[in-house]
T-cell receptor, first 113, second 115 residues
Framework: KQEVTQIPAALSVPEGENLVLNCSFTDSAIYNLQWFRQDPGKGLTSLLLIQSSQREQTSGRLNASLDKSSGRSTLYIAASQPGDSATYLCAVPYSGGYQKVTFGTGTKLQVIP | NAGVTQTPKFQVLKTGQSMTLQCAQDMNHNSMYWYRQDPGMGLRLIYYSASEGTTDKGEVPNGYNVSRLNKREFSLRLESAAPSQTSVYFC??????????????FGEGSWLTVV
């Protein structure tokens, strides 16, 4: 079974700081990886999807990288803003199941003005 | 721009009561999913429907049933609610398999408390 770990569980940074969120997975035979954002009391919103053939994917101030061989993905947030405060989760396909997804437990980010 | 719509948003049930969570998507997606989210456990798949007319168990199906009513709607039923089913439930949909690079779209969640 695919295990997904996100460390740290919580992070607090001052506004304007660049930061990196980590996602580790145990089965490197993945098709892709997605990063999501979850605001309190809300559902998850997809931020970036990286295909297994890609190394990076960028959207605005967000950059996600994928290293399958080491079982890691990172989400880089440039020039953080208070509006970035949310929980960030990564998701990878469940080993042996093309329709199933394993989610990490997330990193709760607080950006302090 | 409704996306994935879930009802109800909040519900309190007594142990042993039954209820159905409703979910509808307007993106013409083939696949739909029900997840539960618990503190420290992350999101866990309850049931999914790869396409209209099919349903399959996920990681934690015990105590639940589902119905894929049509391509748009996928309901989750708790036949005899237990306190262990207190959770936040999310419906989601994708155009096709996640492994094919399809983005997952989530509803806003349904907060269920069983007392």
């Amino acid at each position: 079974k695919q295990e997904v770990t996100q460390i740290p569980a919580a992070l607090s940074v001052p506004e304007g700081e660049n930061l990196v969120l980590n996602c580790s997975f145990t089965d490197s035979a993945i098709y892709n990886l997605q990063w999501f954002r979850q605001d309190p009391g809300k559902g998850l919103t997809s931020l970036l999807l990286i295909q297994s053939s890609q190394r990076e994917q960028t959207s605005g101030r967000l950059n996600a990288s994928l290293d399958k061989s080491s079982g890691r993905s990172t989400l880089y947030i440039a020039a953080s803003q208070p509006g970035d405060s949310a929980t960030y989760l990564c998701a990878v396909p469940y080993s042996g199941g093309y329709q199933k997804v394993t989610f990490g437990t997330g990193t709760k980010l607080q950006v302090i003005p | 721009n409704a996306g994935v719509t879930q009802t109800p948003k909040f519900q309190v049930l007594k142990t042993g009561q039954s209820m159905t969570l409703q979910c509808a998507q307007d993106m013409n997606h083939n696949s739909m999913y029900w997840y539960r989210q618990d503190p420290g456990m992350g999101l866990r798949l309850i049931y999914y429907s790869a396409s209209e007319g099919t349903t399959d168990k996920g990681e934690v199906p015990n105590g639940y049933n589902v119905s894929r009513l049509n391509k748009r709607e996928f309901s989750l039923r708790l036949e005899s609610a237990a306190p262990s089913q207190t959770s936040v439930y999310f419906c989601a949909s994708t155009e096709g398999p996640f492994t094919a690079g399809n983005t997952i779209y989530f509803g806003e969640g349904s907060w269920l408390t069983v007392v």
